[in-house]
């Protein structure tokens, strides 16, 4: 390992705007900080859902977890593993994950190959059995863990015996924002010629603003122009549990003590430059919370890094921030203190503006840039401990035997025989390589998923081949187009800049089923990478043969990864386009997608049904079935028993014209019967089952010529009929 290698990708776990939380806010900001900083270095998030339907993400969220779905936290471990992750930085906090405590998270940390730095965005003086039980098996899978206050790293040492050396303190990070006077924003908010107060954050019981509303009183008779605002939408899960039941009764006091028009509530949650439009108009900043055991306040950070004057109760984070004359601190639950400094900082413009200053000058080491700096030395340092403190894993593959049935057993030797070193000859004479045709990405493809299926049952032998198929489909990836060249002749010169739209959608397949079925993590690795590098490309397919084929390779990464957000909606859009397709082209009596039939199209229906499964779309289901069933009885001979007669490649059908009778193609039967399985796994019709055997005995003579297509002294398989 070269300790000199850069970070080349970072993985973010934590709640991700437009989720409402102030963690979802710290993630998408830290992320987006690192990303600015180090464009290089790709920067991709994991989000924890708390509602089935998720959230409406940006690009940069690749999979997202069900908060209490356990197995989405193991999926994700594997996500991370198979994607060549560098760094994990997780945002620990009990009440994100899902489990007792957060227990689930532990799931997910346990499985991962690579480094993890965990930011702790609370660290419990006095935690329960069961939080002191998560918090010390996440600092104990964690490489580095960061802590946003010295407090926290106190606690860290004494009450969970973290040595100080795997410990970072980093502040939290707050935006950039500029030292200006208070007047210049007061008019968005129709406040100007008033003192403004502000507070912000999610609303709950322990934020304490009703000490506030009844010092405003006293306040207002000395200093009438004083507006309070309060600033932020109730907590989704005080909302949930009691309603908005605490902000009535704010608005209740204000009321009774007949200030109520001196008090202004949004009640929403805000984007970032709202949020620095209300800080910039606020004189006074309060927060008044009522717990010490606080140990960070994204609201407190920011607002010091505006230089705000800024009075406290004395939880632990404000005590730390506000040390040195940088904001005022008064006790938990005493109005009369709070009276008395607001009135004094509002008449005292001297002290006011020192507090003003000392607060922004010490803001100015936690802005965004400088936090992305300290938090990417902290990688750089988990990642070199990691590589000189941990062994490589070895896997071990069993075999398993070879199931046995009336089907003749499998036979490699024509496989075999058309490998070579650099991959798959094309086609043969008879038994015979035919090197003058050279070698082609579409059944370099197609051998790869033969060999990783057989895995289980040949174990090392067929490694050797997947090896030399992955290897082939590597070199066939071209970095400029960011496309897969198909055609390379025996002197290993390519012949395209770029392959068949085809060829493309039947690679993702490929990459796909090596990385949701193949046990081998060295073949997982590679296949993710290229797999990472097509997507881009694959939005552009036109072709429904090259869409279904993708969607195959998608359905079989989803096995592993069904909460990768940019798979799903490259699979909603591929699934979208050939519904519009068969809309479009379909009629009572052509049951179709084109106004031809061609080659493999029993494909489409294939990638539909499983997609349908995967997305519970019982109308896109509804479509693969009808379509997979005309294309069966459109494939039946009239003889008694009804063999199957896929359209001849020697002409094909085109609508309202003859069927091509000859040359039929092996891949037509194996399209077909892949089909009917597919279609049988998913609505348990044993009729599916009878017909892929029936369509199976093709191979084995059950044909229009009555001839085996099958040869069982090669194992290899005549080119057609």
């Known amino acids: 390992m070269n300790n000199n290698k850069s970070i080349d990708r970072i993985a973010f776990i934590g709640n991700y705007l437009p989720r409402q939380c102030g963690i979802a806010t710290f993630t998408t900001d830290l992320s987006e900080a690192i990303a600015d900083a180090y464009p290089s270095t790709t920067c991709i998030a994991l989000p924890v859902n708390d509602r089935e339907d998720g959230y409406d993400y940006p690009n940069r969220v690749r999979f997202e977890l069900n908060e209490k779905d356990i197995d989405t936290y193991k999926r994700a471990a594997e996500f991370l593993n198979i994607n060549n992750v560098d760094i994990v930085s997780l945002q620990f906090e009990y009440g994100i994950f899902g489990g007792l405590s957060g227990s689930h998270i532990i799931a997910l940390l346990k499985e991962l190959r690579m480094p993890i730095v965990t930011t702790l965005h609370t660290i419990l003086q006095n935690p329960n059995p069961e939080q002191k039980f998560v918090m010390d098996k996440v600092l104990a899978m964690s490489d580095r863990v960061i802590s946003m206050s010295h407090k926290g790293v ?74 309070y605002i309060i600033l932020g939408e109730t907590h989704p899960k005080v909302k949930n549990s009691q309603g908005e039941i605490y902000r009535n009764s704010l608005n209740r006091i204000a009321q009774e003590l007949s200030v109520e028009n001196n008090i202004m509530f949004y009640n929403r949650f805000v984007s970032t430059n709202e949020l620095i439009n209300f800080i910039g108009a606020a004189d006074i900043y309060i927060t008044p919370y009522l717990n010490e055991e606080q140990i960070t306040s994204g609201t407190l950070a920011y607002t010091v890094g505006a230089g705000k004057a800024i009075i406290s109760t004395p939880y632990w984070y404000a005590k730390e921030m506000l040390a040195d004359s940088r904001g005022i601190i008064v006790p938990f639950n005493d109005k009369d203190a709070l009276t008395y400094h607001i009135i004094h900082l509002l008449e005292d413009e001297k002290t006011r503006h020192t507090i003003r200053k000392k607060a922004y000058l010490y803001g100015r080491d936690m802005i965004w840039s400088k936090t992305a700096e300290y938090y990417m030395k902290c990688f750089e340092k988990s990642r070199i401990e990691k590589m000189h403190t941990t062994k490589l894993p070895i896997f071990v593959i069993k075999p398993v035997e070879k199931n046995q049935s009336e089907f003749p057993s499998i036979n490699l030797n024509h496989l075999k025989r058309l490998t070579d070193y650099t991959g798959i000859i094309q086609h043969s004479i008879y038994t015979i390589p ?38 082939f ?18 002197n290993r010169n390519w012949l395209e800049d770029k392959g ?32 990472e590098k097509a997507l881009p490309s694959l939005i552009e397919l036109q072709s429904p043969r090259a869409m279904a084929f993708a969607l195959l390779g998608i359905y079989e990464y989803s096995t592993k990864f069904n909460g990768d957000s940019k798979i799903n909606h490259l699979r909603l859009n591929f699934t979208e386009k050939l519904a519009q397709l068969y809309d479009a082209v379909s009629t ?33 289901l509804n479509i693969g079935l009808d379509s997979l069933m005309w294309l069966l009885e459109l494939q039946k001979s009239n003889s008694t028993n009804g063999h199957f007669v896929p359209i001849g490649t020697d002409g094909f059908y085109n609508r309202n014209e003859e069927k091509a009778r000859f040359d039929q193609q092996p891949i037509e039967a194996q399209s077909m019967i892949s089909a009917c399985l597919a279609a049988y796994k998913i609505t348990g019709q044993k009729f599916w089952k009878k017909e892929a055997h029936i369509i199976f005995d093709w191979f084995l003579g059950r044909n229009d010529l009555n001839l085996s297509v099958y040869d069982p002294i090669s194992g290899g398989c005549k080119d057609g009929l």
Request: proline share 4%; net charge negative.
């Open 154 to 227: 106190s606690i860290l040492k004494n009450v969970y015996n973290i040595d100080s050396e795997k410990i970072d303190m980093i502040h939290h990070g707050i935006p950039d924002i500029p030292f200006v006077d208070p007047n210049y924003h007061k008019d968005l908010f129709g406040v100007e010629g008033n003192n403004v107060i502000l507070s912000f954050g999610l609303l709950s019981p322990s934020k304490g603003f009703e000490n506030v509303i009844k010092a405003m009183p006293k306040v207002l008779e000395t200093i009438p122009n004083v507006v």
């Open 434 to 471: 035919n090197y003058s045709h050279g070698y082609c990405l579409d059944d370099n493809a197609r051998a790869l998923i033969i060999s990783v299926l057989l895995e289980n049952m040949y174990n090392g032998e067929i490694n050797r081949f997947s090896h030399i198929y992955l290897a």
């Open 473 to 490: 489909l590597l070199y066939a990836f071209n970095e400029t187009s960011k496309n897969f060249r198909n055609f390379l002749d025996y």
């Open 500 to 531: 068949s739209e085809d060829s493309q959608g039947r690679t993702i397949w490929a990459l796909g089923t090596v990385i949701g079925r193949s046990k081998n993590s060295s073949f997982q690795n590679i296949a993710s990478i290229l797999f």
């Open 588 to 620: 009572k009596d052509w049951n179709w997608f084109e106004n031809s039939l061609n080659y493999c199209n029993a494909v489409i229906p294939h990638a539909l049904i499983l997609s349908a499964e995967k997305i519970a779309n019982s109308s896109l």
